[in-house]
Each structure stands twice: as C-alpha cells, then as structure tokens.
C-alpha cells in the first residue's frame, strides 16, 4: 500500500529565511506533485515532478524529486507572508489519476 | 479556459439522506476523480472516471458511488448519510488521467449532516 508522509506538520518562519518540507513515500511511482491550499479555498498546482533528479522552481519555491530514496522535497527561499499556506505533495498510486496525499505541511511565514 | 466546476457549493443535510454532487471538468479533460477532505483524516481518494468508466476506486464503503457521462461530466452520491460524512468533497480533471497530466481542482462541495 502506498504511504505518503510530510514533515514538518507544522511550520512557522520569519519573513526572509529558507526552509525545506520534505515528502517521503513508501513505493515506486512515477509522478510526484506539489499542491497549494489557503484556507476555505481548494487546490492549487504548484509542481509537477516526473523523474528521478527533476527540479522545479516557481518563484520563491524549488521542488525537487529523488526517486531512488523515494523523497521529494519543497525549498523555500526568503518566505514572504504571501506563502502562508498549507502545502501538499501527492504521489500517482498507477498511470490513472489515483493520487495518494501527504497529511500537509501548515506554514506560517510571519513578519 | 474555464476552471472545474462543482454543485451546490454548500448542502446541508441529515442522517439517512442521501446527496448527490456534480462535476464539471475543464474542457477537453476525460478524467475526472474525486477526493474527500476532512480535518482527521486529510485527502482521500474516493473514485476516477476516465471515458464514462470507473478507472480507480479507493477504500470507502459503497454508500459512495459515481458516474460519468458522455460529455465528461460526472456526479458523486452518497446514500444513507452519517455524521462522519461531513467533508469537503473535491472533484479534480485531467486530460487522460495519467501520463504527464497535471490533475485541476475544483472549488468543493462542503457538505454538513446534522
């Protein structure tokens, strides 16, 4: 069975200073994505990660995948209040659209 | 390109009712699943729908059925509701529901059983 767990749960930082969330995972997948919650509100996509070594960044956020230690990991850079937010990874359970959820990461970037 | 689409954005209901959701996915997407979200149990899969058939189920009991149509959309019931079914319930679309396909999220659908 596929497991997806993220750490931290829970995480508060200062305007300006860098963080990493992680997302590990119990079995082999090929997709690997990063989505964006504000509270009352639904999912955004922030990433898509395909292969092994891939990284992505938009913005203040760098996402990058390695698959033979089944982790991905969320960078953040220089954290602005605007990314105050929770954020999820998810892993593809199969080539459909079955995607297994992390439980979250809760940040709060305060000033 | 319009977003997903979900209705009611709200219901309220009671014990032993059932409900029934609806999905509308980005045009030109094929597949469509559905997840339930609630504050104990985090994001969980319920079922996708790829060309009107079932491609995915999770592990919910079967008061939790679905169905899609020839244009795409698609709808979620759920009979006989208890309490512990008050959720956000979240339909997502993707093109051909694999490959590279990035899934797109609806707005919810918050359901309350009192």
């Known amino acids: 069975e596929l497991k997806v767990e993220q750490n931290p749960l829970f995480l508060s930082m200062q305007e300006g200073k860098n963080y990493t969330i992680y997302c590990n995972y119990s079995?082999?997948?090929?997709?690997l994505y990063w989505y964006r919650q504000d509270p009352g509100k639904s999912l955004e996509s922030l990433f898509v990660l395909l292969s092994n070594g891939a990284v992505k960044q938009e913005g203040r956020l760098m996402a990058s995948l390695d698959t033979k230690a089944r982790l991905s990991t969320l960078h953040i850079t220089a954290a602005v209040h605007d990314l105050s937010a929770t954020y999820f990874c998810?892993?593809?359970?199969?080539?459909?659209?079955?995607?297994?959820f992390g439980q979250g990461t809760e940040l709060s970037v305060k000033p | 390109k319009a977003g997903v689409t979900q209705t009611p954005r709200y219901l309220i209901k009671t014990r032993g009712q059932q409900v029934t959701l609806s999905c509308s996915p980005i045009?030109?997407?094929?597949?469509v699943s559905w997840y339930q979200q609630t504050p104990g149990q985090g994001l969980q899969f319920l079922f996708e729908y790829f060309s009107e058939t079932q491609r995915n189920k999770g592990n919910f009991p079967g008061r939790f059925s679905g169905r899609q149509f020839s244009n795409s959309r698609s709808e979620m019931n759920v009979s006989t509701l208890e309490l512990g079914d008050s959720a956000l319930y979240l339909c997502?679309?993707?093109?051909?529901?694999?490959?590279?396909?990035?899934?797109?999220f609806g707005p919810g659908t918050r359901l309350t059983v009192l």
């Open positions: 997502a679309s993707s093109g051909a529901g694999g490959g590279t396909d990035t899934q797109y």
């Open positions: 045009s030109g997407h094929r597949s």
């Open positions: 079995t082999t997948s090929d997709r």
């Open positions: 998810a892993v593809a359970y199969n080539q459909g659209g079955k995607l297994i």
